[in-house]
């Protein structure tokens, strides 16, 4: 069995080896011809950048930041119960948790102000003013 394992791998060895150049000049043929390069299709114009949707409802705030009587968070809401929840998802959505300390009402030049203070999570206390003007007093959302 060595023996023909042997012949095996020289006759592989054999087998692979390149052929000896000839010393003869052989006539190479000439190159084929190249297919022509493919057509370059022009570049399509680039898509439009996407838009916000559409269907979003607006905020129900505006004003300012709600440090302060002139900056106060103006509440867009329809009744008192819906603008204290307003308030609240307002100050988680830029304080994050919060404990509700202290809460009072305030009025300067006609408008109405809910002021309250905050205990944040890193134990600092926060003051916020909300306009309540387009609420305030209001219970239910009257029949129409």
Known sequence: MRRLFLLSAASLVIG???PAPSTTPAT???PAALPPPPAVAEAAPAPPPPQPAKYLAPSPFAGGDGSSVEKAVVVLAQTEDE??????HWIFDHYGRFRKLRGGLASADGKHFDVITV???????KTIY???TGFYGVMEIPPK
């Open 16 to 18: 692979c080896a390149a």
């Open 28 to 30: 190479a043929a000439p």
């Open 83 to 88: 603008g204290i929840d307003l308030e609240h």
């Open 119 to 125: 205990e944040l999570g890193d134990h600092t206390e």
């Open 130 to 132: 909300f306009d309540i």
